[in-house]
C-alpha cells in the first residue's frame, strides 16, 4: 500500500444481504458547521471486527448505546496528527457521558500504533485495519476521514479531511448526537442482478441507486450530488476532492462504460495521464455490478434533459 491519501476504498468489503438505513431529521446546521456531511439517511454500522493494539477483537457494533466518532488515520499523516490533542481532549470531556472515539488505523503495525499512542499520550480506543477491508466499506478517500455513529448504531455522516474539534462547533456537535436517542433501522433489499445499464427512466433502478448512493457515495459527493468545496483544486496531499456529479460537474462528459469503469476499479482507471493521481476508491469489492448501474441510473436521472442528451450522444459515440 502506498502511502498517499490513503486508501482508496471504504464502505463494506462485503455487504450483507440488505442494508439497514433510517431517515434523519432536517436539522444540519451543526454538520454544516464542521463541513460534514450529514446522511439523509443513516447506514447502520456493518458486522466487522477489528484488533484492538493488545491483539483482542472488538466490532464495531460492540458500542451501540454511545456516540462513536470513527477516525481512519496513519502515523505518517500530518493532519491526522493536528487533530490529535483536540481528539483527546473531546474523549476525556465527554467520555462519562458516553462519547467513543475510536481511531481505526490503516495499513500499520500494532507495534507501530501502540509506540505513536504512547508518544503523544492518547487514551482513547485504538483499533486496526490492516488489510483496508474497513476502510473500503466506509469509502473512505484519504487521512484523516470521521465519521459519526448515533446512540443506534447508525452512521449519521462524516467527511474527509482535517477538522478542528477544539471549535466550538466541534463540541456543540457531539453534545446533540449525545442528547439523542438514535432510531430503529429498517431493511433494503439489493437491486436485483439482471440490471447490466444505467436507465434514468427505470424508476425501480433509479429508487434502488438513490438508496446505493446515500450509504455509498453521498458522504464525500454530496447528499444532492453537489461535491465537495473547490473540487478543481489540488488538495495539499495530492489529487482533488470528489467532485460534483450534479450538472455543475463533468460526470455527463463521461460515457457510460467509462463511468462504471471509474467506480468499479477506481478513479486511476480512468486517468490518461499517469502522473495525475485519483483519489476516487475502487467499489469492485463493495458494490455489486447491478449496484454500480442503479446508482449510475440514479445520477443521470438527476440531469435537466439538456444534459441528458449531451451524455446520450456520447455514449451513442463510444458504441
Known amino acids: 500500500m502506498t502511502r498517499r491519501l ?3 476504498s471504504l464502505i463494506v468489503c462485503t455487504l450483507m444481504a440488505s442494508h439497514a438505513r433510517v431517515a434523519l431529521g432536517a436539522d444540519t446546521a451543526h454538520f454544516e458547521a464542521l463541513q460534514l456531511t450529514r446522511l439523509e439517511q443513516a447506514v447502520a454500522l456493518p458486522d466487522m471486527r477489528v484488533s484492538n493494539l493488545d491483539g483482542q477483537e472488538v466490532a464495531l457494533r460492540s458500542f451501540q448505546g454511545k456516540v462513536v466518532l470513527i477516525n481512519f488515520w496513519t502515523t505518517w499523516c500530518s493532519w491526522c496528527q493536528r487533530e490529535r490533542p483536540a481528539l483527546e481532549a473531546l474523549y476525556t470531556q ?27 499520550g492518547l487514551s482513547f480506543p485504538h483499533v486496526l485495519d490492516p488489510d483496508t477491508q474497513v476502510a473500503s466499506w466506509f469509502g473512505v478517500r484519504g487521512t484523516p476521514s470521521n465519521f459519526l455513529v448515533d446512540r443506534s448504531g447508525n452512521i ?3 467527511g474527509s479531511g482535517y477538522r478542528d474539534w477544539a471549535a466550538p462547533a466541534a463540541h456543540q456537535l457531539i453534545a446533540s448526537l449525545l442528547a439523542q436517542g438514535g432510531a430503529p433501522a429498517t431493511e433494503t433489499a439489493h437491486p436485483p442482478l439482471s440490471w447490466h445499464t444505467a436507465d434514468p427512466a427505470n424508476a425501480e433502478q433509479v429508487q434502488a441507486g438513490q438508496a446505493v448512493y446515500a450509504q455509498h457515495c453521498a458522504v464525500c459527493h454530496g447528499a444532492n ?13 495530492g489529487g482533488l476532492p470528489a467532485p460534483p456529479h450534479d450538472e455543475t460537474g463533468h460526470t455527463w462528459h463521461h460515457a457510460d462504460a467509462l463511468l462504471f469503469k471509474i467506480v468499479k476499479l ?17 467499489f469492485q469489492n ?3 455490478n447491478a449496484e454500480i448501474w442503479a446508482v449510475l441510473a440514479f445520477i443521470k436521472s438527476r440531469w435537466p434533459p439538456t444534459i441528458r442528451t449531451f451524455q446520450d450522444r456520447v455514449n451513442a459515440r463510444e458504441q
Not at 481511531?103 to 500494532?110: L, Y
Not at 450530488?225 to 496531499?237: D, F, I, S
Not at 477506481?266 to 475502487?282: H, I, L, T, W
Open 6 to 8: 490513503i486508501v482508496g
Open 94 to 120: 465527554y467520555q462519562d457521558q458516553g462519547l467513543v472515539i475510536l481511531a481505526v488505523n490503516i495499513g500499520e503495525t500494532a507495534a507501530q500504533v501502540k509506540a505513536y499512542v504512547i508518544q503523544h
Open 286 to 288: 463493495v458494490l455489486s
Open 156 to 158: 449519521v455522516g462524516g
Open 225 to 237: 450530488l453537489e461535491g465537495q468545496p473547490n473540487w478543481k483544486q489540488t488538495l495539499p496531499t
Open 266 to 282: 477506481g478513479g486511476q482507471s480512468g486517468v490518461a495521464d499517469p502522473s495525475f493521481k485519483s483519489n476516487m476508491p475502487a
